[in-house]
């Protein structure tokens, strides 16, 4: 085991040391003599005093007038944050409501002999009680919710100036590779939403599409691991919800800001108002990256002459740019109905320079190559998306009926130009190229999404859930390759069996329901299911072939939560989720840009179907949060990722087949803490263990890996901010080999100035190492391979932000959730 391994396991193993959480149970309250029984109930909602937005399992007790505080009854909010309190006895009364992270409200209010709606509790967050007048302070870095886990991106100065991937790579159960992939729990599986709605530039080359939206746009990060029917079926390990920041209630309010840095820079601005029954919300950023590159490859095979050894490296650098802008508009109809439209643009450009030498040493001395390769990768990207809500609210209570529409178009370029000297370990004039390639291509894609849903609560305690969901999606892929080889051609010559042509079709209608109801004081349930039916339609030009075919599928959840007290809660849920294969995974075109590493899709390929089980325990208390959670996924019929060698030495063949079956079995414990006035912790551990099996590879691998992530901040005088961040994970256990090991830490300090308008953040990222090396390794019965990507992570950046205007913040828009479809937009490149 090498130093880093040690370094990172004893971090893993050191976890508990590190982040304390001291969650402690209240004191018990004294029991309150038994009211006599009555027919008075009050309703009412917890929200957000920030953002207007639920808070889901709010503590809410009834007490006497005062200065009488023995309780008389009390329940959790629900997911809603609704919350019903009955058979109360008429009278005086106040109502308190609380939950960690915010300040607690308490009010005055009169039981009749009915039914009674009480105004919603709007609590501020994490402030101070001074005879029931609120100091408002900040919100934790990180929110434990029996089902999801928030990370207040806002809240964490390390983020100023930086992109989405930066947030991403500091969100609870998330991790960030080199190239910018993301993995939650250990799996590549997920689903990537924008409030709550898709992305066409997220579905389809998330890496690229997360450095066109600026950290200082974001306001939190949902985790959701168990997610309920309303949300399409796709993404096995769950949905990732990134909310951004937008709206005000009263008045005019903006933001401007800029950062500079040695990896990236940007230019971010916002503004909004809200005047009668109109309210507006807009921003505009722009922003360029860049950073040095590096690769490495070494691959030994074995043959019956011997074995034959490949090594490959590339230096180069990557670099682009960006733009990102939104508007919003909501309208109020009447007291009871609303229309919104809600649009956004992402675009961006960049390109990728590279000089790659490639070694091959073979027993058969004919049989080795030697040259260099200098590449030019280019790649492009634009989405765009138009989304109309009509809501209509009723005079019963959480009674909701929306109809929402939505176009979205994303279209995408890529290509590449690389000269190769053959029999050179360096790069030559152009002139002196022993051959040349060039490629351009593009992916054009439209889709169209309608939806509807429905919710009727029935009395107080049960509530019906219902929609119906249509999309419909067509994308393509055309590229063309041209080639021009030294005293063969005197210009560039095309290479049609090079070409790919193709269009793809899939359409997906959906229905789901979940009932929701409450069996005693203690314990709920909520049960449902979504059925799905996928029509797919493909035409691969170039290989004369295609397919059409549909197929239905039943998609069952349900989870019940049991309170043990007013700050302990247990959570079981089952999902049954589904994984589509996209583009990427089903082209047969043929992709030979890399001789030595040919890859191909396989358009015979099944959907996933995942089962997953999760047992949580979440704890709230003064001193910090606590959630532990235990889950196992199954897969039984995996999409992986094979390697297989060819005919021909040195060389190997990639595509995708339906040849594993899956186990992850985790634990994971998150928690937050404030061991002393102005310090906040949070952060933990996560452990799998994994399995995997393939009868049809004859292979078996199973495994341990860990993660753990931490955070902290403290509160300096003089409004000054410190904050670091941790993430470290133990290489992982794939179907034919290893995964890469990781490691990022950031540190940053805010200093609040001109009357609090502004922020001055100053942020490094790994500043005692220059790169952090992800190696993994490929290993079968024919070859061993162990590749290295080099990620420049040492970073150091200055930004500035000023707010203006009132800082309220506007309703959540109702959304469209597309997350039903796996992989991206097929490309080309040469390396």
């Given at each position: 085991?090498?130093?880093?391994y ?19 149970q209240?004191?018990?309250?004294p ?11 009050l309703?009412g909602?917890?929200?957000d005093?920030l ?26 909010a ?13 009278g ?6 609380s939950?960690v992270g ?28 001074l ?8 919100k934790?870095?990180v ?23 930066d ?18 729990r ?9 409030n ?14 997360l450095?066109?939206i600026?950290?200082d ?7 959701i691991t168990?997610?309920?029917a309303k949300?399409d ?6 949905i ?36 009668g029954?109109?309210g ?5 950023s ?5 950073a040095?590159?590096g690769f490495?490859?070494?691959?030994v095979g074995?043959?019956?002459?011997g ?10 650098r ?5 733009y ?10 009447s ?24 070694q ?10 030697l ?7 280019l ?7 138009l ?5 209509r609210?009723?005079?019963?209570a959480?009674?909701e009926w ?38 351009r291509?593009r ?6 999404t ?19 969901k ?8 055309v590229?063309?390759v ?19 042509n ?7 209608q959906a229905?789901y329901?979940?009932y ?34 549909s ?7 349900g ?39 040919i ?22 208390g003064k001193?910090?949060?606590l ?8 897969t ?8 297989q060698?060819t ?6 063949v ?11 079995y ?9 061991p002393?006035?102005?310090w ?11 399995v ?11 495994g ?5 992530n ?13 904050q670091?961040?941790l ?7 794939e179907?034919?080999g290893?995964?890469?090991a ?6 940053g300090?805010?200093?609040t100035?001109?009357k609090?308008k502004?922020?001055v953040?100053?942020n ?51 959304s ?7 992989g991206g937009g ?6």
């Open positions: 085991m090498t130093f880093r040690r370094l990172l396991l004893a971090l893993l193993l050191a976890a508990p040391a590190i982040c304390p959480v001291r969650a402690q209240p004191a018990a309250l029991a309150a003599p038994a009211p006599p029984p009555g027919t008075g109930s309703t909602t917890v929200l005093s953002g207007g937005k639920p808070v889901p399992y709010a503590t809410v007790v009834l007490l006497p007038p005062a200065p009488n505080d023995k309780p008389i009854t009390g329940i959790a629900d997911d809603n944050g609704r919350f019903s309190l009955t058979k109360l006895a008429p005086p009364a106040r109502v308190r409501v939950y915010y300040g607690p409200q308490t009010r005055a209010v009169t039981v009749t002999a009915g039914a009674t709606e009480v105004a919603a509790f709007r609590l501020p967050v994490a402030g101070t009680a005879a029931e007048a609120v100091v408002v302070g900040t934790p870095v929110e434990v919710r029996p089902d999801r886990i928030v990370y207040n991106a806002d809240q964490d100065v390390t983020n100023a100036g930086g992109t989405a991937a947030v991403l790579r500091k969100a609870p159960l998330l991790a960030v590779d080199g190239d910018g992939n993301v993995k939650m250990g799996s590549g599986n997920f689903k990537v939403l924008v709550n709605k898709p992305s066409p530039t997220l579905a389809n080359n998330l890496a690229e599409a450095k066109g600026p950290a746009q974001i306001k939190s990060v949902e985790i168990t997610p309920p949300y079926g796709e993404g096995t390990a769950g990732i919800n990134i909310v951004l920041k937008k709206g005000v209630d009263r008045g005019l309010n903006g933001r401007v800001g800029a950062s500079a840095g040695n990896r990236n820079s940007n230019l971010n601005s916002s503004l909004n108002f809200k005047k029954k109109t507006f919300t807009s921003s505009l722009t922003g360029r990256w860049y040095p590159s490495a490859r070494e691959r074995f043959t019956d002459l074995t034959d050894q490949l090594n490959q490296s590339s230096t180069g990557y670099g682009g740019g960006w990102y802008g939104t508007l919003g508009l909501d309208y109020d109809l007291e009871r109905q609303s229309l919104s439209l809600a649009g956004s643009a992402n675009g961006y450009r960049g390109n990728n320079q590279s000089d790659l030498l490639n091959f040493v073979s027993p058969d001395a004919t049989k080795n190559d040259f260099t390769r200098a590449t030019n990768s790649f492009s990207g634009f989405s765009g998306e989304t109309g809500t009509y809501t609210t009723f005079a019963q959480r009674r929306s109809v929402l529409g939505q176009y979205a178009r994303n279209d995408g370029t890529f290509g590449y130009d690389f000269d190769e000297y053959r029999n050179s370990a360096t790069a030559l004039e152009t002139g002196r190229a022993d051959y040349r390639e060039r490629s291509g992916t054009p894609g439209d889709e169209y309608a939806q509807t849903d429905f919710t009727q609560p029935f009395g107080e305690k049960q509530t019906l859930e219902t929609g119906l249509a999309i419909w999606r067509s994308t393509a892929s590229a063309d041209d080639g021009l080889t030294r005293g063969q051609s005197a210009d560039f010559v095309r290479l049609p069996e090079r070409a790919t193709f269009t793809y079709d899939q359409n997906v229905a329901a979940t929701s109801f409450a069996a005693g004081k203690k314990l709920t349930f909520s049960l449902g299911s979504r059925v799905e039916r996928t029509a797919l339609t493909a035409d691969f030009r170039t290989t004369d072939s295609g397919f059409e075919r197929y239905t599928s039943v998609l069952p959840n989870n019940a939560q049991y309170t043990l007290s007013e700050s302990n809660s247990l959570r079981l849920a089952y999902s049954k989720r589904i994984t589509r294969p996209f583009i990427d995974y089903l082209n047969p075109f043929v992709d030979r840009s890399d001789r030595q590493n890859s191909f899709g396989n358009p015979n390929l099944d959907p996933e179907l995942t089962d997953s089980y999760e047992l949580s325990f979440n704890t709230n001193a910090g949060s959630n532990i959670t235990g889950s196992v996924r199954r039984g019929n995996a999409i992986e990722s094979i390697r060698p005919d021909t030495a040195g060389v190997t990639q595509t995708f087949a339906n040849v594993a079956a899956n186990s992850f985790q634990l994971n414990f998150y928690g937050s803490a404030k002393a006035k102005g906040d912790i949070s952060g933990g551990p996560d452990v799998q263990y994994i995997r099996r393939s009868p049809a590879l004859g292979i078996e691998r199973s341990f890996t860990a993660g753990l931490f955070n902290t901040s403290y509160k300096l005088p003089k409004k000054f901010t410190v670091g961040f993430y470290s994970s133990l290489p992982t256990p179907l034919q290893r995964g890469a990781n490691l990022y830490y950031q540190m300090a805010k200093k100035i001109l609090d502004a922020d953040v100053l490094f990222g790994s500043p005692f190492n220059n790169y952090w090396p992800y190696r993994s390794t490929t290993t079968t019965p024919s070859f061993r391979e162990t590749s290295e990507n080099r990620s420049f992570q040492r970073s150091f950046r200055l930004s500035f932000s000023y707010r203006f205007g009132q800082e309220q913040q506007g309703k959540q828009r109702k469209i959730s597309n997350d039903d479809k796996k097929s490309k080309q490149g040469g390396q």
